[in-house]
């Protein structure tokens, strides 16, 4: 697109939104950066973009952005129901975001994962594969990144037809997406983000826009063991992989036969690896490594390849990353759990005795489940942050009905809570960060929380 002459408001300013306003100045747009929060907290951002004409708006976002406007930018983390994106719609100014400006920019084949949890291991998996793809010739370069580092809209540039790019989306990026990536995956789909889509179906249907505009030359990969993920097979206009412990016979993706991973293609089956030269624990990471191999398989790569990119991996910072060993247990930071559900996932990965800290700020999601694995699995909870009131109420309800106790302690925010958990740790256990809440009450985001957990951990005084 010639963004000469255009006048594009890009709202959020934000890895995101910041990485697009350099772009869009850089190619000759006219560019108005607005951001709600004070001029004081954006200093570093502003200085950064110092040398390009670009017009900031800040503390607000007044209706007089839209005077003149082409297109309006939303980024990721901005609801699509404040007042300036709701006017925009109203009076007919297009929306778009960073990531479809990037799809619709980009020269290469792209791999687009998205799901309620496991995207972010997916794809650094995938991206691991990708990168042995190109130093095996298969490309001249692989590029990772969207939801997860840096958004690919600031490398665009420099990428050709003969690349590769590996991209996360949030159903945050998807909301505005027109367009379809090569090879789509959806690797699973639970309740997440209520509090910014408003309901579950508006959720699916961001989701879904994944793969609603791919042809058939293109491929979709699902989650055969989720029910929503799998009911998108219906939409699949191109090929279509499954992956999950078993799948229907003659299907192609990936499965677990004989304690292996196993890859079908029209080639026929082949053996990947042994389930135990996986590193990654818990069973959703077993389910990440089969959506990996299916990923891989539609991109047309061998199994050294997707053999190569598993091994050795040991997972992602902030995901059910160990921490270190005190008092004689485990501290383990999985700080990227912000629903209830990816802290259930994280307390089924382990079987020693438990000690769970968990709070944050709500999104508006349902707690029972994760009140119901509290009661089979824990030994003592730990709250914490604006949720820890809702998540009582919830832990109380389930407690009624059974029999097995668990200590119940409340704090503030998350320092208090280590400072407890280390009175409480005994010898064989493991402490877990899985909040189930985002972090926005406390931190600026799940790194933020993460990196101080670990350091108020490492922090923590030697025994005598």
Not at 407 to 432: F, M, N, Y
Not at 448 to 462: I, M, S, T, Y
Request: include cysteine; charged fraction near 20%.
């Amino acid at each position: 697109m010639n963004w000469e002459g255009e006048r594009v408001v890009v709202i959020g300013a934000a890895r995101q939104g910041t990485a697009l306003a350099r772009y869009l100045a850089e190619h000759g747009a006219e560019v108005i950066l607005t951001d709600s929060r004070p001029e004081e907290q954006l200093n570093q951002a502003r200085e950064e973009l110092a040398h390009l004409p670009i017009t900031w708006v800040l503390g607000e976002h007044p209706m007089k952005l839209l005077d003149g406007a082409t297109l309006i930018c939303p980024s990721g983390g901005v609801p699509l129901t404040i007042p300036l994106v709701h006017e925009t719609s109203r009076v007919g100014i297009p929306l778009s975001n960073d990531s479809q400006i990037f799809m619709q920019a980009v020269p290469c084949p792209v791999i687009g994962i998205t799901g309620s949890a496991g995207k972010t291991t997916t794809t650094t998996l995938v991206g691991r594969m990708a990168e042995k793809a190109a130093e095996a010739g298969l490309y001249r370069k692989a590029y990772v990144g969207g939801n997860i580092g840096f958004p690919l809209i600031s490398q665009v540039e420099e990428m050709t037809a003969k690349d590769i790019a590996v991209v996360e989306f949030s159903s945050f990026q998807l909301d505005l997406m027109t367009t379809s990536p090569k090879v789509a995956a959806v690797l699973n789909i639970t309740p997440n983000h209520l509090d910014r889509h408003g309901s579950m179906d508006a959720y699916v249907n961001a989701k879904r826009h994944i793969l609603a505009h791919q042809g058939p030359e293109d491929a979709a990969v699902l989650g055969y063991e989720d029910a929503r993920a799998w009911e998108l097979a219906q939409e699949a206009e191109g090929l279509l992989y499954a992956f999950g412990r078993d799948i229907p016979y003659g299907l192609p993706g990936t499965f677990v036969w004989n304690d292996q991973v196993w890859v079908r293609t029209d080639a026929g089956d082949e053996a990947v690896m042994p389930v135990s030269e996986i590193s990654l624990r818990g069973e959703h990471n077993l389910l990440n490594v089969l959506a990996a191999c299916a990923i891989a398989a539609a991109s047309g790569w061998p199994v050294e390849i997707m053999r190569a990119g598993v091994k050795a991996f040991s997972g992602v910072e902030h995901r059910l990353e160990f921490v270190r060993t005190w008092g004689g247990a485990d501290w383990y930071n999985d700080s990227k759990a912000t629903s209830p559900g990816m802290s259930i996932t994280a307390m089924q990965a382990f079987e020693e005795p438990l000690v769970i800290l968990a709070g944050g700020r709500d999104k508006d999601l349902p707690w029972d489940g994760f009140a119901t694995q509290v009661q089979a699995q824990a030994d003592h909870v730990i709250l914490f942050g604006e949720a820890a009131e809702k998540i009582r109420a919830a832990l109380e309800q389930v407690k009624q009905q059974n029999d097995r106790t668990y200590s119940l302690d409340i704090c503030p925010g998350l320092d208090e809570a280590v400072k407890t958990a280390a009175g409480l740790a005994r010898p064989g256990d493991v402490v877990l960060l899985a909040p189930g809440g985002t972090s926005f009450d406390e931190f600026n985001d799940f790194e933020a929380r993460g990196r101080r957990f670990k350091q108020l951990v490492n922090q923590l005084p030697e025994k005598e």
